[in-house]
């Protein structure tokens, strides 16, 4: 009998104890790490070359061993590599690459001046250590035998996966066939790999009663000195804490041992010979997968306080958390609770974590972690490497992911929007969206509706043609994709003047929008245009940049349109936070957008027509004069760019894509903003290359101005009036605030503080000191019935609550 029945149920402790879950030579171990498909992987020369082991070693032991230990058994400083795992990719590029660049942040330096048949050795080396190293070898058996007593008779699927199909008990093994096939045949029979299996410890089946007598079967995925973590026979991770606990004890061996008995030789060849047949994960295949859903669509819309289920915590973007428990009386005994990291190529993360299911998701570019919110600890990684690089790429961030039913949805920089299993960090499924050496990424956090992911793009400074993109959550199938810059024969056409300036004329739309599931609505804020500081070669409104465009989300059609700066030459993207609500305006109740924009105007709108209702200045302005009726600022010529310069307020931006809150209860808005002088100077408009910056941005000295503003304001919602400003000594682009419930607002500031502040008064409650730089906003969830607010700082989320009782 096996641990796992074939029907997927837990069976009790007597079946536990003759089930077993092969984890050992195939198994990953606790973390599972989802790797690029091998087939573009660079090959290493050292590959099948029987020396190169022995000569990897010596460099491995005067240059490696003194943080990763003798046999690279892993210390104090670094961890094992001779057990398979590998949390930067596994495959021979991935590892190369890793030594060669090292880890950003991290301990790990870069060896870049290791000639480059030192490090294939190195690789050779470290990977032989596993028994993934070594001649290719022949698979003599049947590949279709094989695969039917993998998926029959055999069980396999009962811990392993192959291309969705299966569990994720013990490793995926869609890409064994990577291995040579002397590695497999190990595997296949459990044996031990040469030197044995060190590192993280492997999952196991446990029996854990707790104090009141309850026992609890199954696979122990995650400890530490406070928790236990369990997942049971569905795929969900339970967490325990051990002081509730009476015991944790196992329920049988973690490696089956009778394969070679259950199976005859013959048999025991075809399985090696399918399992060498799994040279790349199929994503064809996995896409097929139906994942245990974490959260649905109608969760979504009405969220549970608890969790916080989208980028701006809901489709409203209020940036606004219901929960109560932490108030100005209580906010000083906050402390920290856990804290869990990630691998950032440049140091930093500007990630929004999502939080659902118990589960927090957050990412920087080609890395998405899950932590257990209950007890810190990780529970998946995934990792993947960009498969094409643009020289010029700039802006080398990602703000996050969307989770819908049981997917993670993630973009990267060279273009991919990829699926991911929110349950065990595998891929499902990526599309390539577009050209990233045509200046287009991916950076933004998608936002999941009901049977769409809806993502936009980066890359307005390259002189591209931006858009809104629509894709089936299923199957990556791209739905529609709406252009934000009108083409010939379409409505709006005639705002660019210059020829061809439209081809060129950026309007990307990289912020995340809103959504009004009542009128079935999407709102999305539209960026600059192209070239950024030059508006010679595109006289006109230069629609739709810089604008809210109100979005039929079955077709894309664009039903309305605010622009909020024609003609922008000062680089003032309007994709700030558009907040829905409602507002009593001249006695009468209408839905509105509340929207901060970059060019320091504060913005009431009608959202079903977007009809202007008002708009006041929250920091110095002095490039337009008033508003006509419709909306439309009347610009005063002489702060536009020019190429002896202009001096114009505010300067890069009054606000950003920093997030405010809003409070709808009392009808305030919170933002961060920066109020300073700026200097509007051009230069001639370059010639336009694929993939290069396109900004005809000047360069000179700016005359002498006042010494700049920043902070934290509130302002009243339906006038814009300032009701208190809290000074700060610096902000950012990115970091923002979270207003609660509980009258505490959770200011993020860029120095690298969590501030709380009375949200009545503005006055200040208290601040903790966090080791790097912020460039995030912060977020609240509870879990345990604990409030918890969230921040990240430099790579690393730290998760503040109160004092257990």
Known sequence: MKFLGFDGGLRGKALATSAVIALSTLATGLMVNAQPAANDLSANPFANDSTAPAQGRAIFDSTCSACHGTGAGGSERAPALNSGIFQHGGSDNDIFQTIRSGVPNTMMPSFSALPTDDVWKLVTYIKSLSGQAGPRGVATGNVASGEQIFFGAGGCTSCHEVNGRGTDFASDLSAVGTKPVAAIRAGVLHQPAAGGRRGPPAARPVDIVTK??????????????????????????????????????????????????????????DLVAYLASNRERNLAETA?????????????????????????????????????????????????????????????????????????????????????????????????????????????????????????????????????????????????????????????????????????????????RGYL?????????????????????????????????????????????????????????????????????????????????????????????????PNDDHDWDATEALVLTELNIGGTMRKVILHADRNGVYYVLDRTNGQFITATPFVRTNWFTGFDKNGRP?????????????????????????????????????????????????????????????????????????????????????????????????????????????????????????IALDQKSGKPLWHAKLPGTVSMSPISYAVNGKQHVAIIAANTVYNFALPDK
Request: proline share 8%; glycine share 12%; aromatic share 10%.
């Open 212 to 269: 009141d007598g309850k026992t609890i079967h199954g696979v122990l995925r995650g400890e530490d000195s406070f928790y236990v973590l369990i997942q049971d026979a569905s795929g969900k991770w339970t967490t325990y804490e051990r002081s509730k606990l009476k015991t944790v004890a196992n329920a049988g061996s973690a490696t089956p041992t009778d394969i070679a008995t259950r199976f005859s030789p013959s048999q025991i060849d």
């Open 288 to 464: 097929k997968a139906n994942p245990r859903p974490v959260i649905s669509y109608a969760q979504i819309a009405k969220p549970d306080p608890k969790d916080w289920p989208t980028y701006w915590g809901n489709y409203s973007a209020h940036h606004f958390s219901d929960l109560a428990q932490i108030t100005p009386a209580n906010v000083k005994n906050l402390q920290l609770r856990w804290s869990g990291n990630i691998a950032s190529p440049n140091g930093s993360s500007e990630s929004s974590p999502i939080v659902v299911d118990g589960v927090m998701y957050f990412t920087t570019p080609g890395e998405v972690v899950a932590y257990d919110v209950a007890s810190g600890i990780q529970k998946w990684a995934f990792h993947r490497k960009q498969d094409f690089r643009n020289p010029a790429q700039n802006n080398a961030n990602n703000k996050g992911v969307a989770v819908l039913d049981g997917r993670v949805f993630v973009g990267t920089l060279d273009c991919l929007l990829i699926a991911i299993d929110a349950n065990t960090g595998r891929q499902l499924w990526e599309t390539r969206t577009d050209d990233t050496m045509e200046g287009f990424q991916l950076g933004g956090a998608p936002l999941v509706l009901d049977g769409k992911i809806i993502m936009g793009m980066s890359g307005g400074e390259f002189g591209t």
């Open 469 to 565: 993109d629509a894709y089936d959550p299923a199957t990556g199938k791209r739905l529609w994709r709406t252009y934000t810059i009108p083409g010939p024969g379409e409505p709006g056409h005639e705002t660019w003047g210059g020829g061809d300036a439209w081809k060129y004329g950026g309007a990307p739309t990289w912020l995340t929008g809103s959504y009004d599931p009542e009128t079935h609505t999407l709102y999305w804020a539209v960026g600059n245009p192209g070239p950024d500081y030059n508006a010679e070669t595109r006289p006109g409104d230069n629609l739709y940049t810089d604008s809210v465009l109100a979005i039929d989300p079955e077709t894309g059609k664009i039903k309305w349109h605010y622009q909020f700066t």
């Open 634 to 754: 009347d610009v005063v010529p002489s702060t536009k760019a020019t190429y002896t310069g202009n001096v114009v307020f505010p300067a890069t931006g009054g606000t950003n894509f920093q997030a405010p809150s809003y409070d709808r209860r009392k009808g305030v808005f919170y933002l961060q903003y920066v109020d300073s002088q700026g200097f509007a100077i051009s230069a001639p408009v370059p010639p336009k290359e694929k993939g290069k910056l396109y900004l005809a941005r000047g360069t000179g000295a700016p005359p002498p101005g006042p010494e700049p503003r920043m902070g934290v304001k509130a302002l009243d919602a339906k006038t814009g009036r300032t009701l208190w400003n809290y000074p700060m000594a610096r902000v950012s682009l990115s970091a923002g605030v979270l207003g609660t419930a509980g009258n505490v607002l959770f200011v993020a500031a860029a120095e690298g503080q969590l």
